[in-house]
Structure formats: C-alpha cells, structure tokens
C-alpha cells in the first residue's frame, strides 16, 4: 500500500488512508506496514526499504509496505487508526497526540540534527535580533521543528504572535520554503534537510541558527521509531524485527555512507519528484547524526518546552511513553 505524493504540490493527505477503507494493518498478521517522510532525518528507513531489512529481520510470511507523509498529523492519524504498525515520525507529533490518549509508544531513535533556521534573501535579516516583526514557516503548529525554533527564539527574548508575541507564523511543506521564498511570502524557514540545504544552495539564503546551535538540535532525536503498545504486548517478536532492521540500516549509513547518500536522493525523487544534487545531500549529510539512542530525560524535557509554548494544554507526564527494552 504505498502512497506517493508530490511534495511539489501540497495536497492535503489528512484522511486519505482512512478513506481509501483499507483494513487496519494489524488485521492481517502476514502485514507490516512501515511509514516515514521524504527528509533526511528518515534516511533509516529509506535504506532499511532499499535493503530489505525489515523484510530480513520480520521473516518469511511477512509482507512489508511502506507509507511516505508530508507530515506527523497524518502519519499519526494512520498509527491510530491502524494503517500503519510503525515508522518514523518527528517526536513532536508522538507526544502531542499521547498527550491526547493515542496510544504511541517511542522505541528507538531515528536521528538528530537536521534543523536549520535560514533567512530569505532579501530580508533584511543578518541575525536573531531581526526576527522581531518578521513571518516564519515551520511545517506544523506544534511540530518538532516548530518547538525547537520557539523554544530557541523564547530564550532570546523573542516570541510568536500564537502567543502574543511579534514573529507571525505560517505553516507550509518543506519542499515549498524554496517557493515561498521566491514570492517573499515569508522572510524566515525552520527547514528540516535536505530543504534547508536546498534553500541555501539555490536561493541564496542565510543560515542564521545552525542545525547544532538550535534547542534539542543534538541532545534528543529530530525523528523517532514509534509503534504502538498494543502491538508490543500483542506481538513482541513483530516489534523486536521492527527494530533490528532499524538498527541494521542505521549500521549501514554508519558504514557505507555514499551508499546511502544515493539510496536518499533516488527515494526523495520517487517521492516528490525532485532529484535533489548530490552537493546538496553532502551539505545536508553534514547536519545530522543517525543514531538510534533514545533517552527519556531528553524527550521529557522537549515536552515541558512544548508545554511552556502552550504547544500542550497540560503539563506532560511522558514517563509510559518510551519504551527500550527493544534496544537492548
């Protein structure tokens, strides 16, 4: 059940597993269903697709599909409802929605760096100081990207408008910010790589805030493996498999790294339509860390960040919502 989508139109995708009344993955015990995004911090689980890991690790009677988002509301509506058994997601997503009684459960890490805050060409922007007044993008409200932009711009002093403060804020795809920039829709893009390096190479943009100087840039993981935990006490084994493979294609990027620049451009390509250069994916390459670490500190303490920002409506307990006992 693969669904491929152009990043160069952004249609929206909210529903569209559901509405195709396809059975919940976890109905057909032959079945599993892989999810994940066309960015960087994701590149496990385009190797693990390319080389067959899960395929490997799951073993025979097993059936892998894979699912591509453009972002974590619809990747986490196909965790609730069932369209998916696993994948990767932005933890962000993971925890607004266990916040919300979905049941999700983060087991592993997928990688970290990757965010890069750029300034339009054009803007007037030189540093943070010049944000005030200014529009910036992220693709989500409450995203992982998004926490860590404002949580970086709160401790300057400097916040939204969502909540009173002078930066205005719009949502977009990623693969747009190139765009947006050209129309000076907006003057500032928190961009998940490749986009960021994309942006840079060519439109001129300015990095303003590198992808390790912003909030919980190498501390917690931009991306996590998350399943949920009726899958885990209903089918250990499955979950065991799933992580394996993880840890094999994060194993194989270590490893074999042009390999693995090359398997990301052909699967972004297949995806969205665009094939990125290969001097972009080096640049990009540079801003992340794939590793598949998880440390519950970390996400608890990115989570009282998105309850500072009133990203979350309540103070997080999220205790219940790692498990690493797969890692192991």
Same mark, same amino acid.
């Given at each position: 059940?693969?669904?491929?989508?152009?990043?160069?139109?952004?249609?929206?995708?909210?529903?569209?597993?559901?509405?195709?009344?396809?059975?919940?993955?976890?109905?057909?015990?032959?079945?599993?269903?892989?999810?994940?995004?066309?960015?960087?911090?994701?590149?496990?689980?385009?190797?693990?697709?390319?080389?067959?890991?899960?395929?490997?690790?799951?073993?025979?009677?097993?059936?892998?599909?894979?699912?591509?988002?453009?972002?974590?509301?619809?990747?986490?509506?196909?965790?609730?409802?069932?369209?998916?058994?696993?994948?990767?997601?932005?933890?962000?997503?993971?925890?607004?929605?266990?916040?919300?009684?979905?049941? /999700? &459960?983060?087991?592993? #890490?997928?990688?970290?760096?990757?965010?890069?805050?750029?300034?339009?060409?054009? =803007? %007037? $922007?030189? @540093?943070?100081?010049?944000?005030?007044?200014?529009?910036? /993008? &992220?693709?989500?409200? #409450?995203?992982?990207?998004?926490?860590?932009?404002?949580?970086?711009?709160?401790? =300057? %002093? $400097?916040? @939204?408008?969502?909540?009173?403060?002078?930066?205005?804020?719009? &949502?977009?795809?990623?693969?747009?910010?190139?765009?947006?920039?050209?129309?000076?829709?907006?003057?500032?893009?928190?961009?998940?790589?490749?986009?960021?390096?994309?942006?840079?190479?060519?439109?001129?943009?300015?990095?303003?805030?590198?992808?390790?100087?912003?909030?919980?840039?190498?501390?917690?993981?931009?991306?996590?493996?998350?399943?949920?935990?009726?899958?885990?006490?209903?089918?250990?084994?499955?979950?065991?498999?799933?992580?394996?493979?993880?840890?094999?294609?994060?194993?194989?990027?270590?490893?074999?790294?042009?390999?693995?620049?090359?398997?990301?451009?052909?699967?972004?390509?297949?995806?969205?339509?665009?094939?990125?250069?290969?001097?972009?994916?080096?640049?990009?390459?540079?801003?992340?860390?794939?590793?598949?670490?998880?440390?519950?500190?970390?996400?608890?303490?990115?989570?009282?960040?998105?309850?500072?920002?009133?990203?979350?409506?309540?103070?997080?307990?999220?205790?219940?919502?790692?498990?690493?006992?797969?890692?192991?």
């Amino acid at each position: 059940m693969k669904r491929i989508f152009s990043l160069l139109a952004p249609v929206a995708l909210a529903g569209v597993l559901t509405a195709c009344g396809s059975p919940n993955a976890s109905e057909d015990s032959s079945k599993v269903t892989i999810g994940y995004f066309p960015n960087l911090d994701h590149v496990p689980a385009m190797v693990a697709k390319d080389q067959e890991l899960y395929e490997k690790n799951l073993g025979e009677g097993k059936t892998v599909e894979y699912v591509t988002f453009a972002d974590g509301a619809d990747f986490m509506t196909a965790l609730k409802t069932g369209d998916i058994d696993a994948g990767l997601v932005g933890p962000g997503p993971a925890m607004n929605n266990y916040t919300n009684g979905a049941d /999700v &459960t983060m087991i592993a #890490g997928g990688a970290s760096g990757g965010t890069v805050v750029m300034a339009r060409n054009g =803007s %007037g $922007i030189e @540093s943070i100081e010049d944000f005030a007044g200014k529009t910036f /993008v &992220t693709p989500r409200v #409450g995203c992982t990207h998004d926490v860590q932009f404002e949580t970086f711009m709160k401790e =300057s %002093g $400097i916040t @939204s408008n969502r909540i009173g403060g002078e930066m205005l804020h719009q &949502t977009g795809n990623p693969a747009q910010y190139e765009a947006m920039f050209a129309t000076a829709k907006v003057d500032v893009a928190v961009a998940p790589e490749p986009w960021a390096s994309v942006l840079k190479q060519n439109t001129g943009a300015k990095v303003i805030i590198e992808a390790d100087e912003i909030s919980f840039g190498t501390t917690m993981p931009a991306s996590v493996l998350v399943t949920s935990s009726k899958l885990i006490e209903e089918n250990p084994e499955m979950v065991q498999g799933i992580v394996d493979a993880h840890k094999e294609a994060t194993e194989f990027i270590a490893q074999n790294p042009d390999e693995a620049k090359e398997i990301t451009i052909n699967t972004i390509d297949d995806i969205t339509g665009q094939k990125l250069e290969a001097s972009i994916i080096d640049g990009a390459w540079d801003n992340m860390i794939f590793d598949t670490a998880l440390a519950p500190e970390e996400i608890q303490a990115f989570g009282d960040s998105s309850f500072d920002l009133k990203f979350l409506k309540k103070q997080p307990d999220f205790a219940l919502l790692t498990d690493t006992q797969f890692l192991e």
